[in-house]
């Protein structure tokens, strides 16, 4: 077996975002939804940058809307998943887009969801969890209400609170009290930090929301003070280098820092964020980390440990998946 092929964990990985084209159009012409702008000529998720990939990004969750749908949904991820050797995945559900924070109807699209994960599991093997997660661009006071859906539901499945959306509106201190309640639930904190806005957006995401891993964090390479600080604390950032050139961040995968956060020490996994959208899956992430960094089984190796240890699963299943 090449360590391409070895088993992989991915941390960082939003559910519609993982969408596939044609499972949009489907449900689209299914339920009538015009789902115009939403795809260039090949049929492809189509957006000019960041502000752009997150109106495209809304527009196509509008075909999603039972919790039958995001069962259909799971299923088609997952298998994805499981044909790239993925065999945990911690997935990002937004109540914003099923079950609109309302609790009584994020129970119900949470237990299609899990109850399609359980047949995932039982047929492929593929470990899912979930990360409740809000989005920064709603504004703290829907932020408050999907954090009180997360601590209602926290447990077994649903294990982390996250915030995802555009990091240039607003501060992440904003958000401290749907952090601070979500945490009070038991649940693990993550926030994306560090990807389109700099390094104060790291450092006040581990100061305001003291969460334990960051979504990219790429940019903490731009102020060294900061690389020691996360290396100090041993912050897991969640790489998505594919994610980061295609939305612009980079001109390509030898400019990217990953490896060089690598190397002073940060601990760091690598993820796909939204896989249709970027044209990306983890085997091509390795794949391209191998070409422009010259990485091998071991780099891999050291890479699966740390998702393996910054997953926000119990130990039971940890131990089970080592
Ligand atoms: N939601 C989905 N993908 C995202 C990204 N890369 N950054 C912020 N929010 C997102
Ligand atoms: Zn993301």
């Not at 077996?1 to 964990?9: A, G, H, R, T």
């Not at 499972?23 to 015009?34: A, Y």
């Not at 190796?301 to 998702?307: E, G, I, L, P, S």
Request: glycine residues 8%.
């Amino acid at each position: 077996m090449s360590w391409q092929d070895f088993p992989k964990l991915e941390l960082h990985l939003h559910l519609e975002g993982a969408a596939p084209p044609d499972f949009i159009r489907r449900l689209g012409q299914e339920k009538s939804v015009n789902l115009s702008g939403v795809f260039d000529e090949r049929g492809q998720y189509a957006f000019r940058d960041f502000a752009h990939f997150l109106q495209v990004y809304e527009a196509a969750t509008a075909v999603l809307r039972s919790p039958d749908d995001y069962a259909r949904l799971i299923s088609e991820v997952l298998a994805r998943a499981a044909e790239n050797g993925v065999i945990y995945t911690e997935i990002f559900l937004s109540p914003d887009f099923c079950g609109a924070r309302d609790l009584s109807a994020w129970r119900d699209y949470m237990a299609a969801m899990q109850d399609a994960a359980a047949r995932a599991e039982a047929r492929l093997g593929i470990v899912m969890r979930g990360i409740v997660t809000c989005i920064r661009h709603f504004g703290p006071e829907k932020a408050r209400e999907t954090a009180l859906c997360a601590a209602e539901t926290a447990g077994d499945w649903i294990v982390g609170f996250g915030m995802g959306g555009d990091e240039t509106r607003g501060r992440q201190g904003d958000f401290a009290w749907a952090f601070d309640c979500a945490r009070e639930a038991g649940l693990r904190l993550t926030t994306h930090a560090g990807e389109f806005a700099g390094p104060a957006s790291i450092r006040e995401a581990l100061d305001d929301l003291r969460v334990d891993r960051i979504g990219h964090g790429v940019r903490a390479i731009e102020e060294p003070a900061l690389v020691s600080r996360l290396v100090a604390q041993g912050t897991v950032l969640e790489l998505c280098p594919g994610s980061n050139l295609a939305l612009g961040l980079y001109p390509d995968m030898r400019a990217h820092p990953v490896e060089r956060l690598r190397a002073a020490g940060v601990k760091i996994t690598i993820n796909t964020d939204d896989p249709p959208f970027f044209h990306t899956d983890m085997s091509r992430e390795f794949a391209a980390l191998e070409r422009a960094h010259g990485w091998d089984g071991e780099r891999f190796m050291q890479v699966a440990h740390t998702a393996l240890d910054a997953a926000f699963c119990d130990d039971a299943t940890r131990a089970a998946l080592a």
